[in-house]
């Protein structure tokens, strides 16, 4: 068992799983609050129709992989790579803008369909919020685990790490609901966006490594260092093992080629400056019947 794409999964479950755990208990709690519990069963509905589709649309792209002949195993690969990178990254800034209105919008949009009498609304609301963590997550977990098979260690441990890390969100989500104060979620999301940005950059780099390999690429492709004889990416002396598990969960090489390690860098660097810097203060919105002054 690699454990080091067994903690890359782990850490993509557990994160995408927290941010849909939070999205449907906030709902569930919501209806619980307002003596709307019946409709318990619309949320559910909406919830596991996105996640049954979410997890076909990653199946179908997995198989797709393996239909492929060189080079264009290499080029979907890549691809397949530099799109989860590019997801995830969308999501971890999305979150971080929108984190701190989230329960308002729910809770919005669960007024609206009851008020409208539409509480099939209800399940699209769910379907809505699950699914885009859904797909966020097999994007991502196709990323990995294409990483993991180039690496000979099979999907199996990527995929084993995602479901553990989803049970686990799924007792956060139970301990929400419940009102369970078990964890500081703006601590979790930056922290685990910290990691996820890592892991991200790792992916980039073996985008540009099978882009090397397919011939797309054609600058900068000499080694840049070659430090395998103090810390390989492979093999089974302590210290291969240890730099497998660097390379399963953030894309090292103990022989980069420049391009790869550009890229690795220059992601590392731009989107780490970004996520990390203080986020300004929401403009607070005029009250209600007054209009802006103007002039002196």
Do not use: C
Not at 115 to 139: N, P
Not at 220 to 248: K, M, N, Y
């Amino acid at each position: 068992m690699d454990f080091g794409f067994l903690t890359t999964g782990l850490l993509t479950g557990l994160r995408e799983g927290v941010e849909a755990a939070l999205i449907v208990s906030i709902i569930l709690a919501y209806l619980a609050r307002t003596g709307n519990g019946r409709y318990f069963g619309r949320i559910w509905a909406g919830a596991i129709v996105a996640i049954a589709l979410s997890a076909a649309v990653g199946v179908v792209m997995w198989l797709t992989i393996g239909g492929l002949t060189e080079p264009a195993e290499q080029i979907f690969e890549g691809l397949a790579m530099l799109l989860a990178a590019s997801v995830v990254t969308w999501m971890l800034f999305w979150m971080r803008r929108t984190s701190a209105n989230i329960r308002g919008e729910l809770e919005a949009g669960v007024d609206r369909a009851l008020t409208d009498g539409r509480v099939w609304g209800l399940s699209a609301l769910a379907f809505t919020a699950v699914i885009r963590e859904g797909i966020e997550t097999s994007l991502f977990l196709l990323g990995q685990t294409t990483a993991a098979v180039e690496a000979q260690a099979g999907a199996a441990p990527t995929l084993l790490g995602a479901v553990l890390g989803l049970a686990v969100a799924v007792a956060i989500g139970y301990g929400l609901y419940r009102g369970a104060r078990v964890i500081n979620l703006r601590t979790f999301f930056r922290w685990t966006g910290v990691a996820l940005i890592l892991v991200a950059a790792g992916l980039l780099s073996h985008a540009a490594h099978e882009f090397v390999v397919a011939g797309w690429i054609t600058f900068g492709t000499s080694t840049a260092f070659d430090i395998s004889s103090v810390l390989p990416h492979s093999g089974e002396s302590p210290a291969g093992v240890v730099g497998q598990l660097l390379r399963a969960i953030f894309g090292y090489s103990s022989t980069p080629e420049w391009v790869t390690l550009g890229a690795w860098l220059t992601y590392l660097v731009v989107v780490l400056t970004l996520y990390l810097r203080p986020m300004k203060p929401a403009a607070p919105r005029p009250l209600a019947g007054t209009q802006p002054v103007v002039g002196g």
